[in-house]
């Protein structure tokens, strides 16, 4: 029976410094040719697997928070888009309340080409993320950013004391609409609000994974460092949270590694993992 093994990527499998290692690189190819390996993570298809080249995926890829399931092949096997319309109503009704402006990612066509829409009015965290996207292909300013028919989230990145309250007062209109996620940054030092289709979350996805796939939830291994990688904790066979995880993300793992995702967490458990067997 092939077991499966799903990573999250920031703080998890990646560095720090977004690299991965060499070590990390071949333990997880050699892991991939007598089992089920792939990647669970808010990143897109396209930031995924820029920064996974040379990496074997053989299984459906958790992207976007869970609102996207692909294959490597580039099969949609799920989409979880937000309501266009509400989505419009509430970024206005943001920019009345605190006069911030979102990041909106979406679904531009059936190649799997995304738009990446990005507000000229920016905070100090959304000017950090952009450092690492000044080539990116999919940016694109507006003076006003909106929902398509195909957005996937609604992004705001600020302080703490920026974020509370805006998620506070859009959850308490919006929340029987959509999904919504307050958590740290560790790369920016600043708060994320994530704003999703209610079904547009990891755990969903795991579980559309493991259909697409006839495998069982306990046959599954997951890694993860943050909140939004609790719902699948609940839900694997084994969860494993790294070193650096958010305590909260600790309280549900399985397994809690000695190591970091500085220090190659996931290939050092799948590497222990080997020499058991």
Known sequence: MNKIYITDLDHTFLRSDLSISSFTKDTWNQQSINSIVSIATARSFYSATKLLQGFKINAPMILLDGSFIVSPEKKIIDAKFIDQDIANEMIQEAISFSNLHPFVIALKDKNLNESFDFPTQLTKVQKHLLINFKNDTRLKQHTHVSASEQTFKVVYMGSFEEMKPLTDHLKSLYGKYFEFKLAPETYSGGYYLTI?????????????????????????????????????????????????????????????SKHSNDEDAVANYLQALSKKH
């Open 196 to 256: 999703l289709n209610h079904l547009g979350d990891k755990a969903h996805g795991l579980k559309k994974v493991c259909e697409y796939l006839n495998k069982d939830l306990s046959e599954v291994t997951v890694f993860g460092d943050s909140l939004n990688d609790i719902g699948m904790f609940k839900l694997a066979g084994v969860s494993v949270a790294v070193s650096n995880a958010l305590d909260e993300a600790k309280e549900h793992a399985s397994i809690i």
